[in-house]
């Protein structure tokens, strides 16, 4: 049995949560990923995957195997890149990941990496902040840029360094195109916004619970007219007229090309969301970290950061 692969497979099972899938992912058949979870478990002597008629998760004995796999593949990847790369030139791929309110920020950061050090291969993935701090916490994230406000609350051992700063608009669809690009309009109330048919992120989503707590903050409830996952569903929908969005201003700047629509900056209260990269604080960093890390905290990223995401200042 090839334990490194076995791991790897048990890995790619507990992402798709389907045999069929996940042997597909790993580029074999599904009767060799069965097989090797098999082996894993003759070799450890306990169950590891609850099986029915379709997979039904892992059992607690299999959680503790899976965490030990995603500690052994990143300890294999962080080895790999030190005897494949000199120092001063960082290889292999690096496992990011944003909400979907940062993403825009996250792919100019990883376009940035990757252009300074074309052998580092970013691997960018949209998350929930929960799924986001899970990966960071089992290792199978290494940098994630999301809210930093909840890692106190998460009881994950968690570094940060600091981005930008979070605020909020109401985007909406303009009476008539303005000349050139999206314009930033008046002030408004919380409380007005409230009365506006409004397109939000699901309730699971940290962004929801920060409006959510706003709008409270406010006096008022919100009752949204679309409720999605996807922040390109909220552009759209407010770019088709009819309705609109409460959207922070990293995601304003990504829009700010359509002269069809305007942003009116929410006030009365004033929130402000601390934003910022965060990684595991118990591990070593691989040579593609330690490159990722230096980029976040250079100053010239930062004036970048900040002048992506100006219309929120």
Known sequence: MNLLASMRYLVA???????????????????????????????????????????AGLTPEGERVLATAHRMLREHRVLEQELGSPANRPRGPLRMAAVPTTVPVLARFATLLQIQHSSIVPEVRVMSSRDMETGLENLSLDLALGYTGRMNTQGAQLSAWPQYTEHYFLLRRAARPHPDQLQIGPKM???????????????????????????????????????????????????????????????????????????LPLTEPDVSTPIGFMSQGSVRPSRAMEAALVLAQDQAWLRHAAHSVLLSA
């Not at 597909?24 to 069965?34: G, K, R």
């Not at 048919?197 to 706003?214: K, S, T, V």
Request: charged share 25%; with cysteine; proline share 3%.
């Open 13 to 55: 099972l507990s992402e798709h949560r389907h045999f069929g899938r996940a042997a597909e992912a790993c580029h074999i058949t599904q009767p060799a990923l069965s097989n090797a979870v098999r082996a894993l478990e003759e070799e450890f002597k306990v169950v590891i995957v609850q099986r029915g008629r379709a997979y």
């Open 189 to 263: 109330r919380w409380k007005d916004a409230a009365k506006l048919p409004l397109a939000l992120m699901f309730r699971d989503r940290h962004n929801r619970a920060i409006i959510e707590a706003a709008f409270a903050a406010a006096g008022v409830a919100v009752k949204p007219a679309l409720e999605t996952n996807s922040v390109l569903v909220l552009a759209v929908s407010v770019l088709e007229g009819g309705i609109c969005s409460v959207l922070p201003g990293a995601l304003v700047g990504a829009v700010r090309g359509y002269r069809e629509l305007e942003a």
